[in-house]
């Protein structure tokens, strides 16, 4: 079994097949998104470009294909289970889509990350479901550079949610600015040491660890 995940994962991170349609409805299961080619493509992509770093591509994986246990697919396992939301209490067959994005819990955590992003960016940036969990742009324009940061920021917002998985404690925008901070020192020297230095300013993660400096 592991063997074969590890297949499938280095066959996706490399971007030389299409998957079946089987595969796009499990990973879109829960959104209304209407998938196209150039959509399947940035979903791919977005495995493959997730931080310089091999932990935050495997983790992006991860998530795509819904890889922790969430309490719908637990009560499924054992009927002794309740599937109600371990967070909120009030929702029962939790799913992925409750569990990471939907939850009345989890909202004041995104529209913290939606303000920061705004903040980064300098236009009206908006965090959707899709977004969140697809890596699928549905707002203002991203160059590519900027798109592939807000990758491996939304991978690290998630990370905060499964450090408290299965647990009623919310994750805290603290957490996340640590987290990313930890993140941008190392993706910046990553990049210094793959390609060249650069002045520290004009490195996009310069600039998230200016702006989480002025908000601390």
Avoid at 159 to 171: A, D, H, Q
Wanted: charged share 20%; proline share 3%.
């Amino acid at each position: 079994m592991g063997n074969s995940i590890s297949k499938f994962y280095k066959i996706l991170i490399n971007y030389k097949t299409t998957p079946k349609t089987s595969y796009w409805k499990y990973i879109t299961k829960g959104h209304s998104i209407q998938l196209t080619d150039n959509i399947k493509t940035n979903i791919l992509l977005s495995i493959k470009y997730t931080s310089f770093t091999q932990y935050w591509k495997v983790f992006n994986w991860k998530c795509l294909h819904r890889a922790f246990l969430t309490t719908d697919r637990i009560s499924k396992i054992s009927s002794s289970i309740k599937g109600i939301c371990w967070r909120c209490e009030q929702v029962h067959n939790a799913d992925w889509n409750h569990i990471f994005f939907d939850c009345v819990k989890i909202k004041p955590f995104w529209n913290g990350i939606n303000n920061f992003l705004q903040a980064l960016f300098n236009e009206s940036f908006y965090l959707t479901k899709a977004l969140v969990l697809l890596n699928v742009n549905e707002g203002p324009h991203l160059n590519r550079s900027n798109m592939y940061l807000v990758w491996t920021i939304l991978a690290i917002s998630r990370k905060c949610i499964t450090r408290r998985w299965n647990t009623n404690t919310i994750p805290t925008l603290e957490d996340f600015y640590s987290l990313l901070k930890t993140t941008a020192l190392l993706e910046i020297k990553i990049k210094e040491l793959r390609i060249y230095p650069k002045p520290f300013i004009n490195n996009p993660w310069g600039k998230v660890l200016s702006l989480i400096d002025t908000i601390q």
